[in-house]
T-cell receptor, first 117, second 111 residues
Framework: NAGVMQNPRHLVRRRGQEARLRCSPM?????VYWYRQLPEEGLKFMVY????????ESGMPKERFSAEFPKEGPSILRIQQVVRGDSAAYFCASSPASAARFTDTQYFGPGTRLTVL | QQQVKQSPQSLIVQKGGISIINCAYE??????FPWYQQFPGKGPALLIAIRPDVSEKKEGRFTISFNKSAKQFSLHIMDSQPGDSATYFCAVTDSNYQLIWGAGTKLIIKP
């Protein structure tokens, strides 16, 4: 009974490169949320997706960041032309479609720690 | 504007003691108040949560105290153990999915 899986766990990129972060939700979960955590800070909501749909991307930077959750395969958070300020831990969480309130049932993955050199 | 203020930033407690972490919020529309526990290298995990219709909720050694009029809530860990050493986050929400997080408290339990 695997939990939420994220890969890679650690990612190093040079400025200007692209970063792709993957999230496989728990079995049976069709809702995915991405959060960013800067050092010594709490998590900041970025985007909420259902299969093939972006529901709320109000926390996403307007440029360079995009997210998708295709019908098949993991959810992808993509950061183009990374800058040093993108260095952070990126967490995804998933919840089941049947959840009466999604915050009660958001299960978090172990995170991807992105370092931009 | 910081919507959730968490304190202290770090806390050292002797084994067997009581650990207390506090959070204050601004928006009276918030109606769900969870606490998360995060170990190094892991994602946060829901520990305990409360809704504003009750003033206290207890689960084992963990208790949330909620003061609606003061817009504050706190986590109490009784009989603190070294295995409780972790970073604790409070969060709030007024929506069905968008959590707003405190900055975290690093708790160390000394044996």
């Amino acid at each position: 009974n695997a939990g939420v899986m994220q890969n890679p766990r650690h990612l190093v990129r040079r400025r200007g490169q692209e970063a792709r972060l993957r999230c496989s939700p728990m079995k049976g979960h069709s809702h995915v949320y991405w959060y960013r955590q800067l050092p010594e800070e709490g998590l900041k909501f970025m985007v909420y997706l259902q299969k093939e749909n972006i529901i709320d991307e109000s926390g996403m930077p307007k440029e360079r960041f995009s997210a998708e959750f295709p019908k098949e395969g993991p959810s992808i958070l993509r950061i183009q032309q990374v800058v040093r300020g993108d260095s952070a831990a990126y967490f995804c969480a998933s919840s089941p479609a049947s959840a009466a309130r999604f915050t009660d049932t958001q299960y978090f993955g172990p995170g991807t720690r992105l370092t931009v050199l | 504007q910081q919507q959730v203020k968490q304190s202290p930033q770090s806390l050292i407690v002797q084994k067997g003691g009581i650990s207390i972490i506090n959070c204050a919020y601004e928006n009276t529309a918030f109606d769900y108040f969870p606490w998360y526990q995060q170990f190094p290298g892991k994602g946060p995990a829901l520990l305990i949560a409360i809704r504003p219709d009750v003033s206290e909720k207890k689960e084992g050694r963990f208790t949330i105290s909620f003061n609606k009029s003061a817009k504050q809530f706190s986590l109490h860990i009784m009989d603190s153990q070294p295995g409780d050493s972790a970073t604790y986050f409070c969060a709030v929400t007024d929506s069905n999915y968008q959590l707003i997080w405190g900055a975290g408290t690093k708790l160390i339990i000394k044996p």
